[in-house]
């Protein structure tokens, strides 16, 4: 069984920085797929980033590859989501997600996740 604890986010700036991290529990596999969504109230959630467990391969959503970074650290198991030049708009929930397998094709489908952390209310000021 997988678990997933998400800590960070918060209050930040617009203009400023924040970073969310996911802490991984349970078996994860290099094959694995670790994935960030955002959802705002009453919205569908939405695809991020993700990053293959083992190689570290990336991939964003148009809207997050300019500003949005994640990453991992294998020795601590956790996933990151680095958020720079924060704007109003990321004002929303977000949460991290893990997959037994990444597929390219499919990896930005909330479906293809089977674990979920906790999600984290994050709000942007002007």
């Known amino acids: 069984q997988v678990q997933l604890v998400q800590s960070g986010g918060g209050l930040a700036r617009a203009g400023g920085s924040l970073t969310l991290s996911c802490v991984v529990s349970?078996?994860?596999?290099?094959?694995?797929?670790m994935a960030w969504f955002c959802q705002g109230t009453g919205k569908e959630r939405e695809f991020v980033a993700v990053?293959?467990?083992?190689?570290?391969?990336?991939d964003y959503s148009d809207a997050a590859k300019v500003r949005f970074t994640i990453s991992r650290d294998g020795a601590d198991n956790t996933v990151f989501l680095q958020a720079n030049n924060l704007k109003p708009e990321d004002t929303t929930g977000y949460y991290c997600?893990?997959?037994?397998?990444?597929?390219?094709?499919?990896?930005?489908?909330?479906?293809?996740?089977?674990?979920w952390g906790q999600g984290t209310q994050d709000a942007v000021f002007s």
């Open positions: 997600a893990a997959s037994d397998n990444y597929d390219k094709n499919v990896y930005y489908r909330p479906s293809q996740y089977a674990y």
């Open positions: 990053i293959k467990w083992g190689v570290g391969t990336e």
């Open positions: 349970g078996r994860i596999f290099d094959r694995s797929g």
